[in-house]
């Protein structure tokens, strides 16, 4: 396989390991947009190079009004105001610079309808401080979708490896961790996540897990569009099925949706 055919295939595989997680932050988007009679204000904490925000926008002024993201690395938000421009939605599209702990002093006036926290609880100082701060960010009757690491599938993940030992550490130690020399701080399982989403005062309305298969599949298994939309179409039918509730558990990661009051 050739460097380009590669590059195409890593692209491919991440379109279809983010496939759910975009599908459900855009029916909420559509829904709370046709509820609420007007476009939603978004607010994108830890949102990088505008993976998310980006395509927020790109559905246009009458569903997302703005989307600002909040993020430590400038030279994030420096691709993020390019790649806003390249889509043709820098208007809609904000980046400041900061984080969790400085969201107050960043955002004054906050009244969020859809906070999203995607890939930044499992590496902040105090998940319990930064999902109230974000709760406090939202309007009355706002939405939060959170993104977190999965402690089964790093269990999984490690057994098949052969690293029994890191399973079994990943499976029993607080933080979800397989050893020392883990690169994430933490990961999450699902009463965890609840408990702490609870905590902060919003009310889970919805989860589901995130690339249950994709993870484990070589590239060139999902070399072709039909490839690909088979494999979404199975996760997805594993993630709800309603026999086995708990296969979503074994997601890499942990999708939630909340509400607030």
């Known amino acids: 396989m050739s460097e380009e055919q590669q590059r195409r295939a890593r692209r491919a595989a991440t379109g279809v390991r983010t496939a759910a997680l975009w599908a459900a932050v855009k029916d909420l988007v559509t829904e709370r947009a046709a509820a609420l009679g007007r476009p939603l204000r978004v607010l994108d904490l830890g ?3 505008g993976e998310l925000a980006v395509p927020l926008a790109e559905l246009g002024p009458d569903l997302v009004a703005d989307v600002t993201v ?21 208007a809609r599209v904000h980046g ?3 984080d969790a702990d400085t969201l107050a002093d960043l955002l004054p006036e906050r009244a969020f309808d859809l906070v999203c926290c995607h ?25 939060l979708s959170l993104l977190v690491a999965g402690r089964l ?7 098949l490896a052969g690293e029994f030992g890191q399973a079994h550490t990943a499976l029993t130690s ?22 702490l989403v609870e905590s902060a005062g919003l009310q889970v309305e919805h989860w589901h897990g995130v690339r249950l298969l994709a993870d484990l599949v070589p590239s060139t298994s999902i070399d072709t569009d039909a490839e690909r939309a088979a494999l979404v ?22 999708h939630l949706l909340a509400r607030r009051g």
């Open 47 to 49: 949102g990088g190079t």
């Open 233 to 254: 179409a199975l996760e997805e039918a594993l993630a709800g099925h309603p026999a086995y509730p708990f296969l979503g558990e074994l997601g890499a990661a942990l």
């Open 96 to 98: 400041s610079q900061g």
């Open 153 to 159: 599938a790093t269990v999984w993940a490690r057994a």
């Open 70 to 90: 909040v993020d430590p690395s400038p030279d994030a938000l420096a691709a993020l105001g390019r790649r806003a421009a390249e889509s043709g939605v820098q």
């Open 119 to 143: 890939g930044v609880l499992e590496v902040v100082d105090d998940p319990t401080a930064t999902l109230r701060v974000l709760a406090d960010a939202l309007a009355d009757d706002g939405h």
């Open 174 to 195: 607080p933080d979800g961790r397989w050893g020392a020399h883990d690169p994430l701080p933490r990961r999450f399982d699902l009463a965890q996540l609840r408990a």
